[in-house]
């Protein structure tokens, strides 16, 4: 984390223009180049404006102040961008360097954000004066210090706990976070009674319910990798339990949270199926690929592998073609492709990938593709197309 006193050297003109002047340029380089004034720090954001071109595209482009560790704990603007709230006022109750918020800005008349260390909510009001966004207001308090004492309503209340421990351990359950959500919820409640909480991917889905009851869950996944579960508690909906899956760019399914559950298969077809279906991580989060793939293809468990006899359309995830079907036989799969590449799927299917090349005389390339999995209690490997 940068200190105020570099803070301000970075914002300084001299400094600015020589980050500008050398992007593109090597960070490493940058810091031995004895020429360019605070070398050291023109690197630092220069190696972190680079990174936020995938992560934070606008906030690379706009040159904005990039702390290291705020950076990594950030959201991206590709999962910003997908909160489906807005309104006229909306508090955010944890900003960071502020990438929810400024997505917020867009959907609300007004944001009002809280982030309780003086120099980030410095560095936040900066980013957001060279992203042009003003109707973004930032407060130096602590969520729990500003709550009690607030007196205003808002439409919503946003937050996304800080989930690292006093000793960088990685929190998962809700309580453990800060803020507390769970202990401030009667207070959130009076404020506005609109909650959007942003989770860690590893948060479990049926957590939400036992803790809020009546709310909304959405799984969100970016290139099949579970990147946040959001809860949505809105008593204008009444007794709402609901659950979505979003795999951004591939789609989206949702159903009754508790909903039954459709018969299992009767029995596995290898001999029938043409069409392999690959569900996206956030149905496997959200517990829905068998409800999702209902009709579509035969599934025995929400981790496992669709198997379909026509092609399915509609599915989030992937389906690829068939080209055969056999019983897992390692001493068979050795005689046959003992020394080939191959790429390993796999699912529900108790042996690690390692462990399959040494047992199979495979390794990593190629062009062989294949995927294992355990229906009841026989293993099967499939060759894909």
Not at 2 to 10: G, N, Q, S, V
Request: one cysteine or more; a neutral charge.
């Amino acid at each position: 984390m940068i200190t105020h006193e570099e803070f301000l050297i970075i914002t300084s003109d001299e400094v600015q223009r020589a980050i500008a002047s050398a992007r593109g340029r090597d960070p490493l380089e940058v810091a031995l180049d004895r020429t360019v004034p605070h070398a050291r720090l023109v690197a630092s954001q220069l190696k972190y404006l680079a990174r936020a071109g995938r992560k934070l595209p606008h906030y690379a482009a706009a040159g904005c102040i990039l702390p290291s560790l705020a950076f990594e704990q950030s959201s991206s603007e590709e999962c910003a961008s997908s909160k489906r709230i807005g309104g006229g006022r909306v508090l955010d109750l944890t900003c960071g360097l502020g990438v929810d918020a400024w997505f917020l800005s867009r959907r609300f008349d007004r944001v009002v954000t809280l982030e309780r260390n003086p120099l980030l909510a410095e560095v936040a009001r900066e980013n957001f004066r060279r992203l042009g966004a003003e109707n973004i207001e930032v407060v130096n308090r602590a969520a729990e210090d500003y709550v009690a004492e607030c007196r205003e309503h808002f439409d919503w209340i946003y937050a996304d706990p800080d989930r690292r421990g006093a000793d960088g351990r990685k929190l998962v359950r809700l309580e453990d976070c800060s803020p507390d959500m769970v202990a401030l919820m009667p207070r959130l409640k009076e404020l506005s009674g609109r909650i959007c909480i942003k989770n860690s991917p590893l948060f479990d889905v049926d957590e939400a319910f036992r803790l809020f009851g009546a709310c909304g869950v959405e799984v969100l996944s970016v290139g099949d990798e579970c990147k946040e579960v959001v809860i949505t508690i809105d008593p204008d909906l009444g007794d709402w339990r609901r659950i979505r899956a979003v795999a951004l760019g591939r789609g989206e399914a949702s159903a009754d949270y508790g909903g039954e559950q459709p018969p299992l298969p009767q029995r596995f077809a290898a001999e029938e199926y043409r069409w392999l279906v690959i569900p996206d991580v956030a149905l496997q989060k959200a517990r829905m690929a068998r409800r999702h793939l209902e009709g579509k293809a035969d599934i025995w468990s929400d981790n496992g592998f669709g198997f379909a006899r026509e092609e399915p359309h509609d599915v989030v995830g992937r389906v690829v073609g068939i080209e055969q079907i056999t019983k897992y036989d390692p001493r068979h799969l050795k005689r046959e492709w003992k020394g080939l590449g191959a790429e390993i799927l796999k699912r529900d299917f108790p042996l690690r990938t390692e462990e399959i090349f040494r047992r199979t005389g495979l390794h990593a390339g190629g062009d062989l593709r294949l995927a294992f999995t355990k229906i009841g209690s026989d293993y099967w490997v499939i060759r894909l197309k």
